[in-house]
T-cell receptor
Framework: EAQVTQNPRYLITVTGKKLTVTCSQN?????MSWYRQDPGLGLRQIYY???????DKGDVPEGYKVSRKEKRNFPLILESPSPNQTSLYFC????????????FGSGTQLSVL | AQSVTQPDIHITVSEGASLELRCNYS??????LFWYVQSPGQGLQLLLK????DTLVQGIKGFEAEFKRSQSSFNLRKPSVHWSDAAEYFC?????????????WGAGTKLIIKP
């Protein structure tokens, strides 16, 4: 089954404790992206990647890191989480030439205490 | 600057009634427009998209949307809603630059269905 898999689904952590949210897709998509969703703000892009070893900042990259060492994986790293990073995070992927047709993971609800 | 506005934060309709969700965009060139749906506890799913051609586009789950360039709008419609349509709906516009693109999202409209 074609899908984007995020883990974990829920995560509670404390300020400053490094964490990684994993994202994997099995559709051989070139494009992958991370979003955060906050009430009343819609989705805001954190980082995106057009292909392996190619990443770029989105609208709200501060406090986040990503890597794209393999085509299928695009982990999101919070080196020192803070409470303002409490949010619902989504990973998405698409074929490079298909503008805007994103496949989303189920989301990761992160709470930073 | 590019932007997307969904004026209604919540909309409540009775089951079986018609639905229209509004979306207005600000974009200098011909837009690529999208509607996504987010069911509770789920990721987003593409409902429909407009790139060019016929301004009335059909999507999944019985939804349609009409692109009106003169009004900078891309409203989503459904003739008769079902309880399973209760969800949050997001409008988005893509702007393309070189070989890349970026999606600009509206804040979303939450659809509540009355029995």
């Amino acid at each position: 089954e074609a899908q984007v898999t995020q883990n974990p689904r829920y995560l509670i952590t404390v300020t400053g404790k490094k964490l990684t949210v994993t994202c994997s897709q099995n559709m051989n998509h070139e494009y992958m992206s991370w979003y955060r969703q906050d009430p009343g703000l819609g989705l805001r892009q954190i980082y995106y990647s057009m292909n392996v070893e190619v990443t770029d900042k989105g609208d709200v990259p501060e406090g986040y890191k990503v890597s794209r060492k393999e085509k299928r994986n695009f982990p999101l790293i919070l080196e020192s989480p803070s409470p303002n990073q409490t949010s619902l995070y989504f990973c998405a992927s698409s074929p490079r030439r298909t503008v805007g047709k994103l496949f989303f993971g189920s989301g990761t609800q992160l709470s930073v205490l | 600057a590019q932007s997307v506005t969904q004026p209604d934060i919540h909309i409540t309709v009775s089951e079986g009634a018609s639905l229209e969700l509004r979306c207005n965009y600000s974009y200098g060139a011909t837009p690529y427009l999208f509607w996504y749906v987010q069911s509770p506890g789920q990721g987003l799913q593409l409902l429909l998209k407009y790139f060019s051609g016929d301004t009335l586009v059909q999507g999944i789950k019985g939804f349609e949307a009409e692109f009106k360039r003169s009004q900078s709008s891309f409203n989503l419609r459904k003739p008769s809603v079902h309880w399973s349509d209760a969800a949050e709906y997001f409008c988005a516009v893509a702007y393309v630059m070189d070989s890349n693109y970026q999606l600009i999202w509206g804040a979303g409209t939450k659809l509540i269905i009355k029995p």
